[in-house]
């Protein structure tokens, strides 16, 4: 059996260090030389260590921030929709559902529009925080009529697919979602949510989905931390 490289045994104690979190993700690592006196190597062993997990996807370096630790990202392949829930899988990621509220109130002017219900029906309003493997990625904000809902009141939305929610206990398939990206700062509120500082580029998307009938069933506000969330779409020229 071939003998380890010392800068093996070191990408190797490095790997393990980041599996049991002691670089959390989002995190900056110590400096080379920080990294070298605490492993006992040299700057040039660490450099080899470093870029090793780079090429494994594990660490990144930028020129503001040097090696750090890249927040899982999500994001849907162009033109396809899909749930967090299931961007999340597909990265090989475990998405979380913390309920930060549910609740029932009456639509609002603008809802009611939206959504094609008359003006102060019922609605259910469903926020959660969502996360990939524990680390918090967005704020999920949906409006959905109580008429579609009812189901949803009662049933535990904790680490659940909305739209798989929807699908089992409402028999309300998702077909197409009107989906619009704006970046933003982060408010304090949010901010403590995400566990970034206030003031943090955040990407906020606002949706409108559609079940296959045709008609809206759901409003939905997400907000993205800046640095876990990619957005693909395919553009074609008119004419």
């Known amino acids: 059996m071939k003998t380890p490289t010392i800068a093996e045994r070191v990408t190797r104690d490095l790997n393990t260090s980041l599996n049991h979190g002691v670089y959390p993700p989002g995190t900056r690592l110590p400096g080379e030389r920080q990294l070298a006196e605490g492993l006992h190597v040299s700057r040039s062993t660490i450099r080899t260590a470093l870029e090793d997990l780079e090429r494994q996807g594990r ?53 009611a529009e939206r959504l094609g219900i008359v003006a102060g029906a019922d609605v259910l309003v469903l926020v959660r925080l969502r996360g990939m493997n524990s680390t918090p990625i967005c704020v999920d904000t949906n409006v959905i009529p109580l008429s579609v809902a009812a189901p949803l009141v009662e049933a535990d939305l904790t680490d659940a697919s909305l739209y798989e929610s929807l699908q089992t206990l409402c028999s309300v398939d998702i077909y197409r979602s009107a989906y619009s990206v704006q970046a933003d700062a982060a408010t304090p509120d949010i901010a403590g949510l995400l566990h970034i500082s206030a003031g943090s580029p955040v990407l906020i998307g606002r949706e409108i989905a559609y079940e296959r009938a045709g008609g809206p069933v759901l409003l939905g506000l997400n907000t993205y931390r800046g640095d876990a969330y990619r957005f693909e779409a395919d553009l074609y020229r008119a004419g």
């Open 59 to 111: 660490i990144a370096r930028s020129a503001q921030r040097g090696w750090f630790v890249p927040s899982p990202t999500v994001g849907e392949p162009p033109s396809t929709l899909q749930s967090f829930s299931e961007m999340a899988r597909l990265r090989g990621h475990t998405p979380t559902a913390q309920v930060l509220e549910k609740s029932v109130r009456s639509a609002t002017i603008d809802e």
